[in-house]
């Protein structure tokens, strides 16, 4: 006796375990989700201040573009720049200079690093970058000036280049004639959007640059002054200007962990917006790395990554534990209840879509497959063939020999016509000894007709059933889809009329729909 209670009791410890660990792995699964669903969020808010940032700033670069084009001035010297010799373009562009850095202090406070001008051949002629205290003098101007012909126009997006970084916008110039004369290009610098994305709950901010996308553009002595290595990943390099250097020390052993290091390099190689949670100790930091299309290699090799605090998550993972408590007992009854009712429904389904004699399908099965047949063959347009046959002389088979050789009479008909089509084609029985079958894909409309003299000739010869010599036959009528009906009702009515005329002709024959037919 206390052996089986001790099999009994040891068969509910493990099944209890079982359940146990199905339970705290589900919470698991929700918790992750919770989780992702958090970094998600945190993602999409970066993004939109990213976006807002964006088109905020494209919006005031084409006030200025605006600005530009209505300094009639600038036009004018745009429009003698284009066929200007090299000494006469040299006159220009102090021109220009001149003109625009009246205004250049204030594009510096709001963030603008970069005004470049290009002419209508995509040459660059002048560019300004953000100029020293005393940028009303000109010596520097040379060097301010990029002569090169592999400028492509109407651009716009996050840029990269030897003395700046930052997002782009390009527009067109015309002149009093709306004829193209040259481009502006405006640029934001990076320190100002990241300066606006930040706020109160935010450790730091910086820019990731992939070192195959400053390699031939940053000379080796401005790289060593304005880049550093990235802890995120050996293929990038962190450009110092602009990220605020407040990482908090106990975060730094966090960020050494070598799995999150890894998992890091992986996701950048997919170029995906993504954030992943760090917690160390008492802090916790959700780091969102957000993909910038660089307008150069028209390649995401730049990020914008985001350090926030997120004490919320570890929230989560108190909650966890009581979730942990509530769902042992929650699982068992959810377990056992689904179990019951995938059976169930089951055993329903089986019950309400086929027949209990040939296993076939019933009437509220075909015309569901009907429905579906109807609708793939207005997809593809072909035709469809609805075949509504009658036994003839199953009802005195049935009197005579009794039900249950009736049934074994209409389980053979159900396997003749099932093995005369094909296993594309649907038969069902609808009736006592009523059979439909839904031929698909009809090459012609008298292949229907073959087919259902073929069902009649394997049906109309004698049939052994339990020891009964039995002859019946088969009175057939065929509807045809699309060409006699749009609906399954009015297709299956003509199918059941063309049967009765078949039957009415004499039995053992095959009716097709058609004008003649009908009356």
Known sequence: MPKKINT?????FI?????????????????????DYALEVQSKFIESKYQTNYQNFKVMT????????NNEKLISLLFRANDANEQEAVGIRKAIYNLII????????????????????????????????????????????????????????????????????????FDQYNQYIAGIEITFSTKQLIDNILDEFSYD?????SKNAVKNTIIEEELQNNYEESWESDEYILETRTHKQQRLTNLYHTLESEKLQNKIKTKLLTKELYSIHASHEYTNVIMTFLPLNNNVTKANDVYLVVYAQSNYLRELIRENKYLLILFFSFLILMFLSTSYILRSRDKFEKLALFDNVTKLPNRSLFLIE??????RAQRHQTKIALLFIDLDGFKAVNDTYGHQVGDDL??????????????????????????????????????????????IDNINKTINIKKHKIRIGASIGISIYPDHGLEETVLVKIAD?????????????????SNDSVG
């Open 102 to 173: 009246k205004n250049y202090k204030h594009l510096n406070e709001i963030g603008i690093s970069h005004v470049h001008f290009y002419l209508k051949n995509n040459k660059s002629f002048l560019s300004m970058y953000k100029p020293e205290k005393d940028c009303k003098s000109l010596l520097k101007l040379d060097k301010d000036i990029i002569r090169t012909n592999t400028f492509n126009p109407m651009q716009e997006g996050f840029k990269l280049s030897k003395l700046t970084n930052g997002i782009t916008f390009a527009y067109p110039l």
């Open 497 to 513: 009329n063309m049967m009765y005329q078949s039957k009415n002709s004499g039995k053992n024959r095959v009716t097709l729909f």
């Open 15 to 35: 099944f209890y375990m079982l359940i146990g660990i199905a339970g705290a792995y589900i919470i698991g699964l929700i918790d992750k989700q919770r989780k």
């Open 8 to 12: 009994k009791l040891f068969i509910t």
């Open 62 to 69: 084409n006030e200025f573009r605006i600005m530009y084009q």
């Open 370 to 375: 009907l429905q579906k047949e109807m609708q």
């Open 410 to 455: 209409l389980k053979f008909c159900a396997n003749s016509f099932s093995s005369d089509v094909r296993k594309s084609d649907t038969v069902a029985r609808i009736g006592g000894d009523e059979f439909v079958i839904i031929l698909t894909a009809l090459k012609d409309i008298g292949e229907s007709v073959t087919i259902a003299q073929k069902l």
């Open 205 to 209: 901010a910086h820019i990731l640059i």
